[in-house]
Structure formats: structure tokens, C-alpha cells
């Protein structure tokens, strides 16, 4: 379920305009989808098939970080402030990009499209602990993701009015990220890198309506559209 949010309009609408203008180039550096297991596929010009897009990688970290509070509940958020890039030369597949300022109000904006049930901007105790995560933003229906995080970490994440504004939301994210990368460097690149490509492809699959393994131009319109859509209604817009 989507909701609109009043308190972050604003910054949502910013999104929403990005997202339609952005993904393109990306999405052409992205991938060659058959290319999947070679590192060299990066920044090859991929024929006509239809990326990865900043809400899947968004969503992807997301799931990530809410698999990783099943075994860290509580988890220490010193390094609140070290992980902010701002737009580069590095690959939208790069660990980094996911500490990109779009990417970050990316995720935000879906945990409180999902989380913020009074829509008063903040995400109270319950609210939080209530929290799930929508697979719908990866392109794929399921299940929603709950998370493990116990309840000191939200105060130490929310401070002292135990509410969890947008900007603690970013800062809570940017804190775990140090913690997730070393959990994410166990896994080698190429097999992280796989995965998330297999993931789109899934999505991709959905598209393809007459099954011949390719997406035609139509077929790739469509999942355009409802991706364009999708972000549109997580963003309230
Ligand atoms: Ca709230
Ligand atoms: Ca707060």
C-alpha cells in the first residue's frame, strides 16, 4: 500500500522527476543481461534491453539491510557519517551507489511510504517495529519483508523524541552501511553481481508476454511504464 505523504511532498515530487529523467543512461550503462557473469559487461552498451532501474537497486539494498537484522538486532551506528557520495563515475552496480543522495531519499521514501501510517512525517516505536518492505519496488509481487531490529537500535537511530524523522531514516542508513558492506564483501562480486541480474531478469520475464526471450520494443514500453508508475505512486506523486 501506498500513501501519500504531506510532510515529505516536496522531496518526493524532486524524486519522482528524477526518476523519470535519470534512469536512461544508466540503465544503457547497466547491463548487457546476458553479459550477467562477466565483469567485463560493465559499461558495455546493452542492445536494447531494459536495465536495472534506481528504485530495483534501492529496493535490492534494502532487502539486504533487512536480512541483516535478523542476525544483527542491535546493531552500533557510530560510522553515521561517513558513507554520503555524491554523483560520480562509478557504476550504478558499485556498492557506493547505493550512498548516492538519490538512492538513499530512494529508499527513505519507500520505508515511509510503507512504515509512516499517520503520515506525520516520523516513524513512531510501533511504526517502526510494524515496518515492512514492499517487493513490489523490485518488480516481482510477494511477500513484505519484515525486519528484525530491536528497540534500542531505533532509539539510538531516532534520539531523544523516539520519533525517526526522514533525515535520522538517511542517517540510520548511512550508518549501517559500513556494517552491511563487510557483511556484503563475503559474498565475491560477480556473485553478488549475478544475483541482482537474475532478480531483473525475473522482472524482466513478466514483460515478456509472448515468451521468446526477448523484450520487443512494445514489451519494453510496458515495463517502462509501470516502473515509471511504480515510483510515481511510492512517491506520491
Ligand atoms: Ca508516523
Ligand atoms: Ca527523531
Redo the contacts with the bound molecule.
Keep these: 500500500m501506498f500513501h501519500r505523504n504531506r510532510h515529505i511532498g516536496s522531496f518526493v515530487l524532486g524524486l519522482a522527476i528524477t526518476a523519470c529523467q535519470a534512469p536512461q543512461k544508466q540503465q544503457d550503462e547497466a547491463i548487457g543481461a546476458q553479459d550477467a557473469a562477466s565483469e567485463s559487461a560493465q559499461g558495455d552498451a546493452s542492445e536494447g534491453v531494459v536495465g536495472p532501474d534506481e528504485a530495483f537497486f534501492a529496493a535490492r539494498y534494502l532487502q539486504h539491510v533487512f536480512a541483516y537484522s535478523r542476525t544483527q538486532a542491535s546493531p552500533s551506528l557510530d560510522s553515521a557519517s561517513g558513507l554520503v557520495v555524491g554523483p560520480g563515475s562509478f557504476s550504478a552496480f558499485d556498492y557506493q551507489a547505493n550512498f548516492t543522495e538519490f538512492r538513499l531519499r530512494l529508499m527513505t521514501a519507500s520505508l515511509f511510504a510503507e512504515g ?9 516505536p510501533p ?1 517502526f517495529q510494524t515496518l515492512k518492505m514492499d517487493p513490489a519496488i523490485l518488480g516481482a509481487p510477494g511477500e513484505k519483508l519484515s525486519h528484525a531490529f530491536d528497540r534500542s537500535f531505533f532509539e539510538r537511530a531516532a534520539g531523544a523524541d523516539e ?1 525517526l524523522q526522514i533525515d535520522e531514516c538517511v542517517s540510520m542508513l548511512q550508518g549501517l552501511g559500513p556494517l552491511m558492506k563487510t557483511e556484503l564483501d563475503r559474498i565475491p562480486l560477480q556473485d553478488q553481481r549475478r544475483q541482482l541480474i537474475q532478480a531483473w531478469e525475473k522482472v524482466l520475464g513478466r514483460y515478456d508476454t509472448d515468451q521468446n526471450g526477448s523484450l520487443s520494443l512494445y514489451e519494453q514500453r510496458d515495463l517502462r511504464k509501470d516502473r515509471a508508475l511504480l515510483i510515481s505512486r511510492l512517491t506520491g506523486e
Design positions: 509512516d501510517l499517520d503520515q506525520d512525517g516520523s516513524l513512531s511504526e520519533l
